[in-house]
């Protein structure tokens, strides 16, 4: 077996493309000045060794939200991603759609 058609090489090479996922936000009139009107943005070359936390960082940068980082949760496939993952841990590849949602703070 090459080194080419190896499984790791086919994880590092797709490592190497940037990818550029669809993401949903939910549609909150309450609060207008987060800007959620259940649009769907691309989010162009995003490199995949990032952080799901810092993916989200990125999101609400690109859509000038004011929605606090740490009320989001992401979602691909029905499942939360976890904030300290790197993105490419779930496989997510280009045109993929992630749902954000807002939850509620906790209660202290």
């Known amino acids: 077996m090459t080194l080419s058609t190896s499984p790791r090489s086919a994880i590092v090479k797709k490592w190497q493309h940037p990818t550029s996922p669809q993401v949903q936000m939910l ?13 769907i943005v691309m989010i162009p070359d995003l ?8 993916l989200c960082n990125c999101i ?15 979602l691909w496939l029905g499942k939360m991603l976890m904030n300290k993952k790197l993105i490419t841990a779930s496989n997510l590849e280009d ?14």
Do not use: C, Y
Request: hydrophobic fraction near 40%; avoid cysteine.
């Open 27 to 39: 549609s909150d009139p309450s609060k207008l000045e987060w800007k959620l009107q259940g649009q």
């Open 47 to 54: 490199p995949l060794n990032l952080l799901v936390s810092t």
């Open 95 to 108: 045109e993929d759609m992630l749902v954000f949602s807002v939850h509620d703070p906790k209660k202290k």
């Open 60 to 74: 609400l940068q690109h859509m000038q939200s004011m929605v606090p980082a740490s009320r989001i949760w992401s």
